[in-house]
């Protein structure tokens, strides 16, 4: 008799995004430009002068801003984010790249760079598509 218990599915949790793949989404950001104001070994990049994302290659890690300080906060606290070194309290968070999918991944870092954007002039959006 065989066991009626179905074999296990695989994990179909997908793959989180690689560095180069946050490079590549952050890069194709409307008015995004990456740069290393610190020093080599950390990409920062600004939307309007105004930092949206940084990471340092290696890392494992992204730092980026929430639209909501409070929702950041409640990432920090139930531990699905840390706080984002070197920045400010206000909404920053760093989230490590591989407990995220990238589905949510793109939408952290989408938030952040709608977030920064939309802080800016509105003579300085216009410029930016």
């Known amino acids: ?5 179905p074999d296990p599915t695989p994990d179909q ?9 946050i490079l590549a989404f952050c890069d194709g950001l409307p008015g995004a430009a990456r740069s ?14 105004k930092i949206f994302a940084l990471m340092a290659p290696c890392s494992g ?10 929702f950041a906060e409640m990432l920090i606290s139930v531990g699905r984010a840390g706080k984002a070194p070197y ?11 591989a407990r995220h999918d990238p589905e949510e991944m ?3 870092l989408r938030e ?10 509105r003579r300085v959006q216009a410029t930016l598509d």
């Open 61 to 70: 890690r992204v730092s980026l801003k929430c639209a909501d300080p409070g």
């Open 13 to 21: 949790t997908p793959a989180p995004m690689t560095e180069d793949q």
């Open 36 to 49: 290393q104001p610190f020093g080599p070994g950390t990409d920062v990049w600004k939307v309007g002068d």
């Open 112 to 121: 952040s760079y709608d977030t920064v954007r939309a802080s800016l002039p």
């Open 106 to 108: 793109a939408h952290r």
């Open 1 to 5: 008799m065989s066991d009626p218990t």
């Open 87 to 97: 920045l400010p309290r206000g909404g920053w968070i760093a989230l490590e790249t």
